[in-house]
């Protein structure tokens, strides 16, 4: 069936440094990727996404590359702060099918000040 | 703008007792809608979709229900909980435009006891 591998599960970095977060997917018809991030206790908030048609999409410190030869997705934040501190989960999906989204198991980023 | 509400927004519950929770979207029409649970320390888990009113998609085999009675309503049941169904309950919607983009609801977080 559908999968999402997402990798690492725990990453920690000090502010400043940048941090990179992986994804796998499997289903090839796959052509629409989100990023969401959830602090403690609240909804997951989308906070970046990509389409199949894009390789690399920029948010001022954030940003997302695609490969899709590979299936593989990536998140990277720049000049990490505190702030950036929470669970992120990468997902995939198809939006013209059922729309629904198949998310990897998050990983937690944790930044030292 | 469109708003997604839930509730109750916390809920403690005996095993063996019935489950209502409620998902209501505001400012679109015709809204794919999502049901995710989170167990603690976990990623998401769909649970049921729906495209429609009436229209209910189940994902996993347990001893939930959902439906949509109306456009903009969505409802998850279940007759006689279990310990395993606590967790942190999402509702989510993703618009019509096809776009791809499913915005949570503040969700839901049961305990069952």
New interface residues.
């Given amino acids: 069936g559908e999968n999402v591998e997402q990798h690492p599960s725990t990453l920690s970095v000090q502010e400043g440094d940048s941090a990179v977060i992986k994804c796998t997917y499997s289903d090839s018809a796959s052509n ?1 990727f ?1 990023w969401y991030k959830q602090e403690l206790g609240k ?4 906070i970046i ?1 990509i ?1 199949s048609n894009v390789g690399e999409k920029k948010d001022q410190r954030i940003a997302v590359t695609l490969n899709k030869t590979a299936k593989h997705f990536s998140l990277h934040i720049t000049e990490t702060q505190p702030e950036d501190s929470a669970v992120y ?1 990468c997902a995939a ?1 198809r ?2 099918n ?9 990983t937690t980023l944790q930044v030292k000040p | 703008s469109q708003t997604i509400h839930q509730w109750p927004a916390t809920l403690v519950q005996p095993v063996g007792s019935p489950l209502s929770l409620e998902c209501t979207v505001e400012g679109t029409s015709n809204p ?1 809608l ?1 049901w995710y649970r989170q167990a603690a320390g ?5 649970l049921f ?1 729906s ?1 429609g009113i009436g229209q209910i ?1 189940s ?1 996993v085999p347990q001893n939930l229900s959902a439906s949509r009675p109306q456009d903009r309503q969505f409802i998850l049941s279940s007759k006689k909980l279990l310990l395993s169904d606590s967790g942190f309950y ?1 509702c ?1 919607w ?1 618009g019509t435009s ?10 839901t977080r049961l305990t069952v006891l």
């Fill in positions: 629409y989100p909804r997951p908030q989308l996404d389409r989960f999906s939006p013209s059922t729309g629904k989204l198949i998310f990897g198991q998050g | 794919n999502y976990r990623g998401l888990q769909l979709y495209v998609s994902e999402l989510a993703m096809g776009a791809g983009e499913q915005f949570f609801g503040p969700g």
